[in-house]
């Protein structure tokens, strides 16, 4: 499973990077609005960082529109994946860009029918927002566990990754994997509560102590 970390917070991607477990970064406008940064310019800085894939969101509503957009944001950098929303228009600006070889991740999924134009439109990556539905008391993982299995329905034909978005929580990653999503977006505090649990900062305490009383040191021996 590949992680992507949600923010277009440069600091904090910058840390989660140095760990080495970071895969590729998405960001929205409500993201980029909430960095108070020019997007471009935080966009190259994102880019830099990660060399995986970087998601950057067009603004524009028609697709003419998208794909100028598009043009501008494939200029910053190789690892900039063109994100547009699923919309008829999205879709059709999706369909235009995959031809040209360009990777697209449609965005704002919410329904199977949806994921199945995005596929066919040719998208490197489906974006369904699990912490959304759950917000509004639909089953955000049902659907994940729907587009899996449509889409491995076509497998061979099919190149469309299911890219786990709006994740709220560790068990949202948890079942992800398990249902066999390629790709999860994580916030990063959540990133970050992947690797808390209380036993094994307990244990870890417990074996620091016991190490102390040997009164032994590993390193320049
Ligand atoms: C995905 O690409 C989106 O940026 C993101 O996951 C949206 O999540 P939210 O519902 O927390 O805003």
């Known amino acids: 499973m590949k992680f ?19 895969d590729g970064v998405t960001t929205n406008p409500s993201l980029v609005a909430k960095s108070g940064r020019d997007f471009i310019e935080v966009l190259a800085e994102i880019c830099a960082l990660v060399p995986g894939p970087v998601s950057a969101e067009v603004a524009a509503t028609e697709a003419d529109g998208m794909l100028a957009e598009a043009e ?30 360009v990777g697209v991740n449609v965005t704002l999924c919410f329904s199977a029918a949806q994921a199945i134009l995005a596929a066919k ?26 587009i899996r299995q449509i889409y491995d329905n076509y497998a061979g034909t099919l190149n469309t990754e299911i890219l786990v978005a709006s994740v709220r929580h560790p068990m949202h990653v948890v079942e992800a994997a398990k249902i066999g999503a390629e790709v999860v977006t994580v916030p990063p505090k959540i990133l970050r509560q992947l690797v808390n649990h209380p036993l094994t900062d307990k244990g870890l305490a417990a074996f620091l102590a016991d190490w102390e009383k040997t009164g032994q040191t590993i390193a320049g021996k």
């Open 4 to 22: 992507f970390v949600d923010t277009a917070d440069v600091d904090e991607i910058r840390e989660i990077a140095d760990s080495g477990l970071l």
């Open 72 to 101: 501008r944001l494939l200029k910053v950098a190789d690892n900039v994946i063109v994100k547009v929303p699923l919309t008829w228009e999205g879709l059709k600006a999706c369909r235009s860009l995959s031809r040209d070889g």
């Open 121 to 146: 439109a040719g998208a490197a990556y489906v974006s369904p927002f699990v912490g959304r539905l759950d917000d509004i008391g639909q089953d955000g993982m049902a659907l994940i566990g729907e």
